[in-house]
């Protein structure tokens, strides 16, 4: 039985306790990373069939499409080479042997184990249809049909994808090219139908049929039509498309024949307990073999979740694993798309409520509710909210009527200024493929990664599919690289300039009249003098109308002359001279009744003003939500002490002229 053993290098004993994944797809290549956390000194044998190194197969479409070279498939080996409780052998395991817990090679090998993992996966499903064994008909799954597939684009004219889920579609997309023909046959009366509602689908499909690729629906099919080699595609309706070539993408099915051989409980897939145990306890099926509460997983994520869930409790002896939201959210045909929760019309057998929001782009969100909390959304098209959205869905969270009433004009739940990643929940998730929440990517970048390379490494976050690249960044732009304004200078110096004059009002008696007229300067003059005071008044009003039209600016898109941060120093210097003319004006005499209040309203107006152009210089020096909560509490607070404003300096002009 253990005759194969020492051609491990380390030593049978160490061997025969050896944990053995089978399969080397992503998610038991994961599971060795999230072993290796724990248990380092474990010695783990990892066994896959296909004739290349580890790889990422949700890649797969790239590379078909020519985005994506063989070599950046591969997974990161790089640890594991050098680890010599480590080994990978490419080989197929054909049987297990419960009673003797060993498992045997395609070619007769026998190697022990202590626990052994079962991530054998899943492959394409062939319907049972005539013709599919002909010349010319394809599945696309692993890497080898990726390179049959390229080699056939440059000869194949005209192309049938038999299959309109997420895969076939990608498929499509990715064998548009070559002046090929494509034509997208679905059964089910609206592309991915599992996630998306008509709306949704039928917005997808217009974008694909924009690609040029055809799309028919609702159509079933009969066969694969031709003698030697394909010559068509019969429809159910009794239409035949002409073609050359034939992609299946109808589905996928798990591979437990492996487990059903050793007696291993299966069902749709492996069966599994919460702690991803099959029927025999020292024996896990994780990822897409493995079915658990009645559920087989078709997507990376929960594979990822249930290789540490597995690792952790094969160490350990903790975790549980409690079952996953599918969460579709992809780039699909090059167009977002988001699905998550119970999103769909047919899905209502519980009472639930929907909201949709379009815009004339073709953006689409919808948002399913139960009892007022949210319990499913869809998107096409690119929205930034989507990891709260997952956030509140996960823990099934309220939203408040403002909220719905600002996603039924908007189409946003947050208000915009809320939405960079710094202001979401510590659990929102940023990295769907590895499961990444805002809180450890802050985490990581607390503890120095300041690039998304470093934060990848250290999370696990972009590695997968790579759609959070933009949001990773966003983080470190706003947490690493936060950037002084370029005019941080005159800013402060404005505001030093408005905070000596507030001072001076508050610091410095109100003036009398002068003791005698002979005297050279009569400064008394600006404040007593009849003339003197409205020539000061009417200044002081003047610009103090031009400055509150000036805050028009940043509201109005039709004053597009000069760039915003000119037209805020104009504003900040305009204050300064207000407060000047007003000392003049005034004579720090605070005055009585309404007139006190317009003087109090402009000093409190001027002092908010200041506090703005502080928090701005400033904003940098402090954390991100921190600086913000500064700016936006400041500009309200300057901005409503400006509404009084006018009717108090209506009726202070009204009291000096008719009083
Ligand atoms: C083209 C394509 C695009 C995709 N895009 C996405 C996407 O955007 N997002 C997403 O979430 N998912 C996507 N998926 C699905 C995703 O790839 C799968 O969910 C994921 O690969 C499942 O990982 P796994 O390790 O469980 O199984 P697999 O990736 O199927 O790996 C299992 C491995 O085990 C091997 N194996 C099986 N039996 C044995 C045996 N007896 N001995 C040795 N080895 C064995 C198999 O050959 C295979 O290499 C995509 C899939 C494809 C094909």
Redesign the pocket.
């Known amino acids: 039985m253990s005759e194969a053993l020492p051609k491990v290098s380390v030593g049978a004993d160490k061997w025969d306790e050896a944990i053995i994944v089978?399969?080397?797809?992503?998610?038991?290549f994961r599971f060795i990373q999230e072993l290796r956390k724990n248990a380092p000194q474990a010695p783990v044998i990892l066994?896959?069939?296909?004739p290349y190194l580890p790889y990422d197969?949700?890649r797969?479409?790239a590379l078909l499409a020519g985005q994506d070279s063989t070599e950046s498939l591969l997974l990161p080996l790089d640890d594991l080479e050098n680890d010599p409780l480590f080994k990978y052998l490419c080989?197929?395991?054909?049987a297990i042997n419960t009673d003797w817990g060993t498992v045997m090679d395609s070619e007769g090998t026998e190697y022990s184990y202590s626990k052994l993992v079962l991530?054998?996966?899943?492959r394409a499903h062939v319907p049972h249809i005539k013709g599919v064994e002909m010349d010319g008909v394809f599945t696309?799954?692993?890497m080898r049909d990726a390179e049959k597939l390229k080699a056939r684009t440059t000869r194949s004219q005209d192309l049938v994808v038999v299959g309109g889920g997420?895969?076939g579609l990608?498929?499509a997309k990715a064998m548009q090219g070559n002046l090929t023909n494509i034509t997208l046959v679905q059964q089910a009366n609206r592309i991915m139908n599992q996630q998306l509602d008509d709306v949704a689908a039928a917005a997808l499909q217009e974008k694909l049929e924009a690609m040029g690729i055809r799309v028919v629906v609702g159509a079933g099919v009969k066969g694969v039509v031709g003698e030697h080699r394909v010559e068509g595609v019969a429809l159910r309706n009794g239409e035949t498309i002409q073609c050359d070539t034939v992609l299946l993408s109808a589905g996928i099915k798990p591979?437990i024949e492996?487990a059903r051989k050793a007696w291993i409980k299966v069902g749709r897939g492996i069966r599994v307990n919460d702690q991803l145990q099959t029927s025999h306890p020292d024996i896990y099926a994780?990822?897409?073999?493995a079915e658990h509460r009645e559920k087989v997983y078709?997507?990376?994520?929960p594979?990822f979740e249930q290789a540490a869930v597995a690792a952790n409790h094969i160490t350990q002896g903790g975790s549980q694993y409690l079952g996953s939201h599918s969460i579709a959210r992809?780039k699909v045909v090059g167009e977002a798309v988001f699905s998550m929760g119970d999103v769909l019309d047919e899905q209502q057998y519980d009472k639930k409520k929907f909201i949709t929001y379009t815009t004339k782009e073709g953006s689409y969100r919808k948002l399913a509710l139960k009892n007022g909390r949210l319990v499913g959304a869809m998107a096409i098209g690119e929205w930034d909210e989507i990891p709260r959205i997952q956030e509140l869905i996960t823990h099934k969270r309220r939203l408040f009527p403002w909220q719905l009433l600002r996603f039924r004009m908007s189409g946003n739940v947050w208000s915009p200024s809320s939405n960079s990643p710094e202001h979401w929940p510590e659990t929102a998730v940023i990295c769907n493929?590895n499961n990444v929440t805002r809180g450890q990517l802050s985490y990581a970048i607390e503890h120095g990664c300041c690039s998304v390379d470093r934060l990848a490494q250290a999370t696990g976050a972009s590695t997968t599919?790579g759609t959070c690249k933009p949001l990773v960044q966003q983080m470190l732009g706003s947490e690493v690289q936060q950037e002084a304004e370029p005019d941080k200078n005159s800013l402060l110096g404005t505001s030093l300039a408005v905070a000596t004059a507030l001072l001076a009002f508050l610091l410095i008696p109100a003036l009398t009249v002068s003791t005698s007229v002979q005297e050279p300067l009569r400064l008394d003059l600006f404040w007593n003098d009849g003339f003197y005071k409205q020539v000061s008044g009417f200044t002081l009003l003047g610009l103090t109308v031009i400055g509150l039209l000036m805050s028009l600016k940043k509201r109005s898109k039709a004053l597009k002359f000069g760039s915003y941060k000119l037209w805020r120093s104009l504003h900040t210097v305009l204050a300064v001279f207000c407060l000047l003319i007003l000392l003049v004006h005034t004579g720090f005499n605070s005055g009585q009744a309404l007139n006190q209040w317009l003087l109090i309203d402009f000093l409190l107006l001027a002092f908010l003003g200041a506090f703005v152009s502080v928090a701005i210089g400033m904003q940098h020096k402090f954390s991100p939500s921190v600086g913000l909560q500064l700016r936006k509490i400041s500009f309200w607070g300057h901005l409503l002490l400006s509404w009084p404003l006018p009717a108090l300096l209506s009726f202070h002009i009204l009291s000096v002229y008719y009083f």
Not at 47 to 50: A, V
Not at 91 to 94: D, F, G, P, Q, V
């Open positions: 089978v399969g080397a797809g992503p998610v038991g066994f896959g069939n296909e197969r949700v797969l479409s080989k197929e395991i054909t991530a054998t996966g899943s696309f799954r692993n997420l895969l990608e498929a591979n492996l994780i990822g897409e073999c078709g997507l990376v994520a594979g992809l493929c599919c």
